[in-house]
């Protein structure tokens, strides 16, 4: 259905997002500074110095080069990827099969004569070896002892194509049981206890240190946040009954409350174990997580490592910060991890960027030259991450796209503030696309936080999510022109999206349905501003954000909440109704915020569902204005001229059922 014409100051801040914003008479901003060194942070907000360092790390500049098709930033320039079009065949390429009968790790890597561990290959490949890893459970941690030296030069490991190969961070229980006792205690009935001698241990014992660091709690906040009580105060081991995760208590007497929960006694020596069955430990099998990573070089700051296909679980990592994942980069450049799943994790499933925590919140003058830089997530999937899939504090012109995140945050401690399916911070000339994150608990669903400078966050699908104050989509603390189109966030809690601190923020073209709350919240900035940048030192100010051509169904809030004046816009958003419910009086809100001149109100029926990721129902179309960096709608089809459909499908892509997450509607390994 076509709509009138846009006011034109409307029209023009839309149609405007992607040129460089200019800086206005109220306000003071430092030029952004150049760095030849690129030893900290400083300087990526600059576009040109930001993919001069995606363009460094070999003899000779890497050749950038268009995605297919190619996508734009909010700044109007193109996102560009270092990586081949073309797949590159290694120079060398090694075996580890530990099943083989002559597997050794004296033999020379070759198929015939395997090595039996992958951290001998890890040991010994060069820039441009490739090692391919045959089935297998290794207990291992691979820590490579050195990265590549260019994309046509990278160091791979590769999990053989259509094999099981199981990166384990943890031991099966080989001590006797005993009925549980505790000096002083009664004993708890149906409960057991197993020591847990030394030797599972190497040098690190998860089950004597905490779930928070001490880096954690030397934060001021600590006492306020609860972060000196339950569960930051357990620790960090987890124990498995035939493959499940049982829970961990605080107390011994807790083991009496319910089946499948263990306790450890101080010193992590020994564990009181309820089992599932509530019978006898002796015929189940059970392991102990003996690890904090699966795959993390010792070095900080390797480049050119590919990590493809393989299964990581079981990781006794720790709560953010420091951001250590059970697959980490540590510091380092232009890896490439694809093709993995990573589940049951205490902590992160995988991090990455220029440092590995914020506090102290100035980046260490020793951060790896190319920290963060051209980072690549892909076709990975992640399940029961205790408190997130990926974290990575900084991502500079890096790429996240097609990964699959489910029940991440099973820790429910969102006033950690480290949570999410996704926490992604400082995102810089970034995209983050094609991601499907379901079920997340006691967290947002993406969250971006602090000082994202021209990113687009686009395609994703969001479902589930139950966060107490945020929502499907969080992005936090930024002032540089970001992007989030073409979205799908459905049954989340309670927003579908969320922002505060934030400037030059475009939401344009999503579908949020079905959330408890406001489909956009927008709350005005505290009374003590925050700095926003720590580049410029900027500080917070919520100014010149635009909210236009989305589809809002079926919220509690119906309205959304923009701050009014200050630059920012709602408006050509479409809200529809499902029958019987009480419809949206869109004559007050304009008249309360201001906003919505040209959005429009309909009633029809929509249904999302996750069993099979299909959206069923008829989405009304209405026309708006066509933002210069969207070229295409959720599934490709071209948008073209100055005006286009609100929503993120165009009428010609419009059906009945539509399959939204063709990846996630394929059986997903767990």
């Given at each position: 259905m076509a709509m009138t014409m846009c006011k034109q100051a409307f029209f023009a801040a839309v149609m405007l997002v992607a040129a460089v914003p200019v800086a206005r008479a109220s306000e003071t901003v430092a030029p952004a500074p150049r760095s030849a060194e690129l030893t900290r942070c400083n300087g990526f907000n600059d576009r040109q110095t930001a993919w001069e360092a995606a363009a460094a790390g070999a003899e000779q500049p890497l050749p950038l080069r268009s995605l297919v098709p190619p996508v734009l930033l909010p700044d109007g320039t193109e996102f560009k990827t270092w990586e081949p079009a073309e797949a590159v065949e290694p120079q060398r390429t090694f075996f580890v099969a530990q099943r083989h009968p002559r597997a050794s790790d004296d033999n020379p890597g070759t198929e015939d004569h395997p090595w039996k561990t992958i951290e001998r290959a890890a040991k010994v490949l060069e820039p441009g070896d490739r090692v391919i890893v045959k089935q297998g459970l290794y207990r291992e941690w691979v820590r490579p002892a050195r990265g590549g030296a260019s994309p046509r030069q990278m160091i791979t490991y590769q999990a053989a194509r259509g094999e099981e190969v199981i990166l384990s961070g943890s031991a099966p229980l080989r001590e006797k049981?005993?009925?549980?006792?505790?000096?002083?205690?009664?004993?708890?009935?149906?409960?057991?206890?197993?020591?847990?001698?030394?030797?599972?241990?190497?040098?690190?014992?998860?089950?004597?240190?905490?779930?928070?660091?001490?880096?954690?709690?030397?934060?001021?906040?600590?006492?306020?946040?609860?972060?000196?009580?339950?569960?930051?105060?357990?620790?960090?081991?987890?124990?498995?009954?035939?493959?499940?995760?049982?829970?961990?208590?605080?107390?011994?007497?807790?083991?009496?409350?319910?089946?499948?929960?263990?306790?450890?006694?101080?010193?992590?020596?020994?564990?009181?174990?309820?089992?599932?069955?509530?019978?006898?430990?002796?015929?189940?099998?059970?392991?102990?997580?003996?690890?904090?990573?699966?795959?993390?070089?010792?070095?900080?700051?390797?480049?050119?490592?590919?990590?493809?296909?393989?299964?990581?679980?079981?990781?006794?990592?720790?709560?953010?910060?420091?951001?250590?994942?059970?697959i980490s980069t540590k510091q380092g450049h232009h890896w490439i991890i694809e093709n993995n799943v990573v589940r049951q994790v205490n902590g992160l499933g995988l991090d990455y960027g220029r440092r590995q925590t914020f506090l102290p919140y100035e980046v260490p003058a020793d951060t790896p030259k190319l920290a963060g830089v051209g980072i690549i997530v892909r076709r990975n999937a992640f399940f029961d991450c205790g408190i997130c899939s990926m974290q990575g504090l900084g991502l500079i012109c890096g790429l996240i796209e097609d990964n699959y995140v489910q029940d991440a945050g099973w820790h429910d401690v969102e006033k950690l503030w480290e949570t999410g399916g996704m926490k992604l911070h400082y995102l810089k000339h970034a995209l983050v696309r094609r991601n499907v994150i379901r079920g997340t608990i006691g967290a947002p669903g993406l969250w971006a936080d602090h000082s994202n400078a021209n990113a687009r966050i686009t395609q994703n699908v969001i479902v589930g999510v139950r966060s107490a104050s945020y929502g499907g989509i969080f992005l936090e603390a930024s002032y540089r022109p970001n992007l989030i189109d073409h979205n799908i966030v459905w049954d989340c809690q309670p927003h579908a999206f969320y922002q505060h601190d934030c400037g030059d923020l475009t939401i344009a073209n999503n579908l949020f349905g079905c959330c408890t709350k406001a489909p956009v919240q927008m709350p005005p900035p505290g009374e003590k501003k925050r700095e926003v940048d720590i580049e410029t030192k900027r500080m917070s100010s919520v100014v010149n954000n635009r909210v236009a051509g989305n589809v809002f169904y079926g919220f509690a809030e119906r309205g959304t909440t923009v701050l009014e004046g200050l630059g920012n816009e709602s408006d050509y958003n479409v809200f529809v109704n499902p029958p019987g419910a009480k419809p949206l009086d869109l004559a007050t809100l304009r008249q309360k915020t201001g906003c919505e001149e040209h959005s429009r109100t309909f009633t029809a029926t929509l249904e999302f569902s996750p069993a099979d990721w299909t959206l069923r129902g008829d989405l009304p179309i209405m026309e708006c204005p066509r933002l210069a960096p969207l070229r295409a709608d959720y599934f490709g089809a071209a948008r073209r001229g100055d005006r286009t459909d609100a929503g993120p499908f165009l009428k010609i892509s419009l059906k009945p059922e539509m399959v939204l997450c063709e990846q996630a509607a394929r059986e997903r390994p767990r």
């Open positions: 049981w005993a009925a549980s006792s505790l000096v002083g205690q009664t004993p708890v009935a149906k409960a057991w206890m197993i020591d847990l001698p030394g030797a599972y241990f190497e040098g690190y014992n998860p089950f004597a240190v905490t779930n928070a660091t001490a880096n954690l709690m030397t934060h001021s906040a600590a006492i306020k946040q609860g972060w000196d009580k339950p569960p930051y105060t357990l620790a960090r081991g987890l124990v498995f009954q035939d493959g499940r995760r049982l829970k961990q208590v605080a107390e011994y007497q807790r083991l009496a409350d319910a089946l499948g929960a263990y306790w450890v006694e101080p010193g992590g020596r020994r564990i009181h174990v309820r089992p599932f069955s509530d019978k006898e430990p002796g015929p189940a099998a059970f392991e102990i997580t003996t690890s904090g990573f699966a795959f993390a070089p010792e070095q900080a700051g390797l480049g050119f490592i590919r990590v493809d296909g393989f299964i990581v679980q079981r990781v006794a990592n720790c709560y953010p910060v420091p951001q250590l994942g059970a």
